[in-house]
């Protein structure tokens, strides 16, 4: 069974370009999870879906940032304009049940904007 | 304040030695207490979560919970070079994941 995977695995823009961050989660995993670790802080929730619908987006940092999920299978994180404060490493995660203890990550996508 | 914190490190230990890791939480509300392992370029993989205060045993590795004092421990035993990567704990509250930052670990052959 493959796991969450993410694309791309790397990403290097330019300050005020646009970034689209892709998740595939694990086959039949409602809930979708998108998480952020900027340098030397912790990984930090920026949202949660279960299928298409936006369950908790309390983490999204501001209005640059813009996830869906269409259909209720992979998802996108937009990120327009960027910023230098973007840079670091986004990470999906995907469980079957709405319950962190069964959610599986992705390799993440590591984003350096300059 | 943060509401999980955790030693970065890094910490190296010879192949064999019994590894302690530990986090401390400021946040009552917390209910499950998780540790993650991730190397290099990967995700975190969930190693093993508790509930409740006290230990969780799987293989060599042991889970400590002390809710009194706000502060959890993973222990591995018998380390391995294998085990050599960063080491985060989790903890939720209504189904939010607060992470530490991570505790970079190397098992030296």
């Known amino acids: 069974e493959a796991g969450v995977t993410q694309f791309p695995s790397h990403s290097v823009i330019e300050k005020g370009q646009t970034v689209t961050l892709r998740c595939d989660p694990i086959?039949?995993?409602d809930n979708l999870?998108?998480?952020?670790?900027?340098?030397?802080?912790?990984?930090?929730f920026l949202l949660h879906f279960v299928k298409e619908s936006k369950q908790d987006e309390s983490g999204m940092p501001n209005n640059r940032f813009l996830a869906e999920r269409t259909g209720g299978t992979y998802s996108t994180l937009k990120v327009q304009p960027a910023e230098l404060e973007d840079s670091g490493v986004y990470f999906c995660a995907s469980s079957q049940e709405d319950l962190n203890t069964e959610a599986f990550?992705?390799?993440?996508?590591?984003?350096?904007?300059v | 304040q943060k509401e999980v914190e955790q030693d970065p490190g890094p910490l190296s230990v010879?192949?064999?030695a019994i590894v302690s890791l530990n986090c401390t939480y400021s946040n009552s509300a917390f209910q499950y207490f998780m540790w993650y392992r991730q190397y290099s370029r990967k995700g975190p993989e969930l190693l093993m979560y508790t509930y409740s205060s006290g230990n969780k045993e799987d293989g060599r590795f042991t889970a400590q919970v002390d809710k009194s004092s706000k502060y959890i421990s993973l222990f591995i035993r018998d380390s391995q070079p294998s085990d050599s990567a960063t080491y985060l704990c989790a903890m939720t509250e209504a189904n939010n994941l607060f992470f530490g930052t991570g505790t970079r670990l190397t098992v030296i052959p």
């Open chain 1, 27 to 29: 086959s039949g995993h």
């Open chain 1, 33 to 44: 999870y998108w998480y952020r670790r900027v340098m030397g802080k912790e990984i930090k």
């Open chain 1, 105 to 113: 990550f992705g390799q993440g996508t590591r984003l350096t904007v």
């Open chain 2, 14 to 16: 010879p192949e064999g």
